[in-house]
């Protein structure tokens, strides 16, 4: 495939230049499907959670998480590479009419005129990046039928996310070309490594997804900051209200992020700090507590050692 048919396909096709987000022609674009679907996630959540409660052992799944990981990773790519060429081609269509405002393409990526219309090829782009916020729900289904535990921050995590996706293409809101230029890049980042771990390769020797989504969060805050600035030196940038409310719920998941990095990882390091020190103190063997192997201890020609492995939490 050459680079102009590339081109082509994800940014001057016709169902990409003549989209237009409608309540009437657009699947999912009603305000009853989105709290519809919102409340349906959390409910078939909790209910499959409370079907296995008694359940110990993992359901199996076979290849299926590694292929949603690789199916994930190659549509966020998509999608980083569509919009960033339908980006170019608005810049380069549009850029008359900026010079008559003095805007430049960096703004016009934070702070889009007002009056902008959901239409055109950056909307579509949006769009399908809204869809597939539905596709990244199936993790939650995947934890629970791991038997992993159900966090209240990764449901308010997925139900935020289908939320704000909604707010950008019902409000035209600002900032939504660097939001999903972002998202999808780091994205298509950690469902690549997620699928490299799932079929068995070697992981990092760090929480990679956590260090991920600490990068996303310290640049959608970077960007909410410069919305802000252009928003009082330009007279105003559109979908400012529905850009307030997105600026609440991602201080709402930084909060929640921050609590749970901190219960998850901190606490637990420095558990282990203290745990392995009094370890050192005793023989290298089996501790059994009520009939139960406690720890296992391996040794080597100098001392005591534990065996860890550092897995990445899924958040």
């Given amino acids: 495939m050459t680079r102009k048919t590339l081109i082509y396909y994800l940014s001057e096709h016709p169902e990409i230049i003549n989209f237009r987000w409608s309540h009437t022609q657009s699947w999912g674009s009603t305000w009853s499907f989105l709290f519809t679907s919102i409340t349906t996630y959390i409910l078939l959540t909790i209910l499959l959670n409370l079907l296995l409660y008694y359940r110990r052992r993992p ?6 998480p590694a292929l949603h990981s690789l199916s994930m990773a190659l549509i966020s790519l998509t999608i980083f590479t569509g ?6 081609a608005e810049i380069r269509d549009t850029r008359w009419f900026w010079r008559r405002t003095n805007t430049t393409p960096f703004q016009w990526f934070l702070c889009f005129p007002l009056g902008t219309r959901p239409s055109g090829r950056v909307f579509f782009w949006s769009y399908i990046f809204y869809l597939t916020r539905f596709l990244h729900t199936l993790r939650t289904f995947f934890a629970v ?10 449901l308010f995590n997925h139900s935020i996310l289908i939320l704000m996706s909604f707010l950008w293409l019902e409000f035209s809101q600002s900032f939504q070309i660097l939001g999903i230029l972002l998202t999808t890049s780091i994205y298509s980042v950690v469902y690549g490594y997620r699928f490299w771990t799932a079929i068995g390769l070697r992981s990092a020797c760090f929480p990679f997804v956590i260090n991920c989504q600490i990068v996303l969060l310290g640049c959608n805050v970077i960007c909410h900051v410069g919305v802000l600035l252009l928003h009082f030196k330009k007279g105003g940038c559109n979908g400012i209200g529905a ?9 709402a998941i930084l909060m929640l992020f921050v609590n749970f990095y901190v219960n998850s990882h901190l606490k637990r390091k420095n ?3 203290a745990t392995s020190e009094q370890q ?4 290298c063997s089996d501790v059994v507590i009520d009939g139960k192997s406690k720890s296992t201890m391996e040794t080597d020609g100098s001392g005591c050692g534990k065996k860890t492995i550092d897995k990445d939490k899924d958040i």
Avoid: D, E
């Fill in 59 to 64: 359901v199996p799944l076979g290849p299926i």
């Fill in 271 to 273: 558990k282990k700090k």
């Fill in 243 to 251: 850009w307030g409310i997105n600026s609440v719920l991602n201080a």
């Fill in 280 to 283: 050192q103190q005793q023989r």
């Fill in 145 to 154: 039928l791991r038997r992993r535990n159900l966090s209240f921050f990764r």
């Fill in 83 to 88: 919009i960033l060429f339908s980006a170019a």
